[in-house]
């Protein structure tokens, strides 16, 4: 990741990383850009709670988010500082520990794929 001067609240990084259902998400997000559908359907939690949990993300400064048709695509902030960096890195790093993370990333992966064979699918059909 990209180191910047960018000075984060530490305390609001902290209650960030303390919530499970953001750290889920983080982890999903871990080196891919995801769709708010995506979350909702693997943490099996409403938009809106999703949504409200992302803004949290966005606000704090760890993620960035992209409009594409009606859905919002998220990523992990390209432009952390360096003490958020470091911070971010040892919990991914925790993520690969975690059973729950782990089973998460394994719908994703299974996810993005269906929905990619889907696509090709109806491309090839049409």
Known sequence: MARTTK????ARLFAALADPTRLRLLSLMDGREV???????ILGQS???ISRHLAYL????????????????????????????SLLN?????????KQMRADRA???????????QKLHSIQKG
């Open 7 to 10: 000075s984060f609240n530490l």
């Open 35 to 41: 769709c708010v559908c995506h979350f909702v359907e």
């Open 47 to 49: 938009q809106p709670k």
């Open 58 to 85: 966005r606000k704090t400064g760890l993620v960035v988010a992209r409009r594409e048709g009606k859905w919002m695509h998220y990523s992990i902030c390209p432009a952390l500082d360096v003490a958020a960096d």
């Open 90 to 98: 040892t919990a991914q790093s925790a993520f690969a520990n975690d």
């Open 107 to 117: 719908k994703l992966d299974r996810v993005c794929c269906d929905v990619g064979s």
